[in-house]
């Protein structure tokens, strides 16, 4: 689960939240062989999987204050592991 918020191109502040837990089928410890493929469903949880106004009336103010707890930095997409022309190359 996780809450995102960013600012549009037009400087408006968005807020995302969501929310997913993984649900693992039968799986036979004895049987099957090293190396297989176990079956995994991803099921969003009931609350906590909206955007902005969806989230409640306050979602401009948990926005803000998520948004306020790490500034933005010019390095943060470097960080992420986000690459950009020759920068990403070195």
Do not use: K
């Not at 689960?1 to 004895?30: K, N, S």
């Not at 933005?72 to 070195?90: L, P, T």
């Amino acid at each position: 689960m996780g809450i995102i918020t960013y600012a549009d191109i037009f400087g408006d502040l968005h807020l995302v939240e969501f929310c997913h837990r993984a649900q693992f089928g039968p799986i036979d410890w004895e049987g099957v062989p090293a190396g297989q493929p176990l079956r995994i469903r991803g099921i969003a949880c009931e609350t906590h999987n909206c955007e902005d106004n969806e989230c409640g009336s306050d979602w401009q103010a948990r926005a803000t204050a998520v948004a306020s707890r790490r500034p933005e930095r010019s390095d943060m997409r470097r960080e992420a592991g986000i690459g950009a022309g020759a920068a990403a190359q070195r």
